[in-house]
């Protein structure tokens, strides 16, 4: 009896203890972020990409005082190409806004008396009609003033919804406002803000001079060039973005689109946190996430080895031939247990199944040169064109032009007339850091292409012997000069 009376109770406490921890359960799923109290009034921190405001860490609800002023203005999409920029805040993406979960945002947009256009701003943050676009619609020359209180935590794509939509957007009227949990977000050693947008001109990707915007591409969603933060080379050369090894680096990534979803990705490296659409479901351990367009991600990763990361949308002509394409520059001290670089480098001979090293030692490279005969330039050219189309066009092009800004013309090349050991040098070993090629600039990336000494001497041949380039006749002997010094 008594033993019984012990189960009775045991079983009603453990009913009571159950439900109260439901119930608090329930309290912390509901809070009611409406209600948040807001406590003083601060301006806010705007920035242009790619950087971002102060973290909000603990602070309380404050009314926020947002500033932001609409500036059409003309600016480079790539070398010798301009474009008349619609922003705001005067970069694309625009300022970039960082909030908290229930500060009252008292939002203040200016037209510039210079502009031509009326605009307004559509922010996906906020709760209400046209997300502020109704309030916001101001004439050159005027400004608006209108709030609204933060009630979902996340990133938010921001953007011009004034007709003809699209082309607002098209032209840069898009940037990124995050507004963060209570607490904040946990805290990294870096944070960067970076935005995808698609642009159609009237010209050909690359035509020089003013270019206009085109409808017709535009509807077509064919787009002449997809960047990051407004621009082709934007994030690349001395733009690039940089951490150092050990640090933790967060991105802050949307899509202005009009058009396009971004597959996000960011070369040899795995992101160890992605906040999937700019909201609370984190995923782990992802190499390429989805944006689509008017989305956002945020993305954080550990960066473990020295290098260049380059970020890209990996649909993968976007980044190689339209402009969609930045860098992470990591320095520090190499981690050879993490990553070894080239340990050995062997000869492959499928038809045997097995991998044979090659022996490092001038005698055996000797013998090698023995076997191989030198051939008649004719057959040169022929092999040599064939290592070309197979090798080296797909960056320089079928005709040697290269592609402006991206890869350097193999097609009159002073560079490449200028001395043939440091071109033979190019392509058996790679090539980084800024060059000038014809009087322009290059800093990208040269991968060493693997070619047998034969192969680097006939496509040189070829090379040398087409597009108006000096005729010179590069023997494997020369080749090898190059590979043992
Ligand atoms: C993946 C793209 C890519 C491939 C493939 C490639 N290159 Fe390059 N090449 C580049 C880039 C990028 C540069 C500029 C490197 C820099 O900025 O430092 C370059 C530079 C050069 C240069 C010196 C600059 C000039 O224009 O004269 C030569 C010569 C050259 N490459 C030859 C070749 C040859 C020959 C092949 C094929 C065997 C080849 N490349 C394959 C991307 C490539
Ligand atoms: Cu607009």
Known sequence: ??????????????????????????????????????????????????FVPAPVGNRSAKKLLVNMEIIEKEGTMTDGVQYLYWTFGGSVPGSFIRTRVGDLVEFTLSNHPDNKLPHNIDLHAVTGPGGGAESSFVAPGHEKTFSFKTLNPGLYVYHCATAPVGMHIANGMYGLILVEPEGGLPPVDKEYYIMQGDFYTKGATGERGLQPFDMTKAIKED??????????????????????????????????????????????????????????????????????????AIVDFKVEVPGTFILVDHAIFRAFNKGALGMLKVTGEEKKSLYS?????????????????MPETKETKEKVVAVVKEKSLLKKLKDGKQVYMNTCFACHQAEGQGIPNAFPPLAKSDYLN??????????????????????????????????????????????YNSWGNNKTNVSIKMVQEVKNK
Do not use: W
Not at 26 to 35: C, F, G, K, L, P
Not at 228 to 251: Q, S
């Open 418 to 463: 200028a001395d043939v050991n440091r071109a033979i040098g190019i392509v058996l070993n790679g090539k980084t850091g800024e060059i000038t090629v014809n009087g322009k600039k290059y800093n990208s990336v040269m991968t060493r292409q693997t070619l047998t000494e034969e192969e680097v001497a006939d496509v040189m041949t070829y090379v």
């Open 223 to 296: 787009a002449d060039y997809v960047v990051f933060n407004g621009a082709v080379n934007a994030l690349t050369g001395d733009n690039a973005i940089t951490a150092n090894v050990g640090e933790t680096v967060r991105l802050f990534v949307g899509n202005g689109g009009p058009n396009l979803t971004s597959s996000f990705h960011v070369i040899g490296e795995i992101f160890d946190n992605v906040h999937v659409e700019g909201g609370d479901l984190i995923n782990k351990n992802v190499q390429t996430t989805s944006i689509p367009a008017g989305g956002a």
């Open 1 to 50: 009896m008594k033993f019984l009376k012990l189960v009775c109770l045991l079983f009603i406490v453990s009913l009571l203890v159950t439900s109260c921890k439901n119930e608090s359960k329930q309290e912390i799923a509901i809070v009611d972020t409406a209600n948040i109290y807001v406590k003083g009034t601060m301006d806010a921190e705007l920035t242009s990409p790619p």
């Open 341 to 357: 670089g080239v340990k050995q480098e062997g000869i492959y001979h499928p038809e045997g199944g097995t991998i044979q090293t």
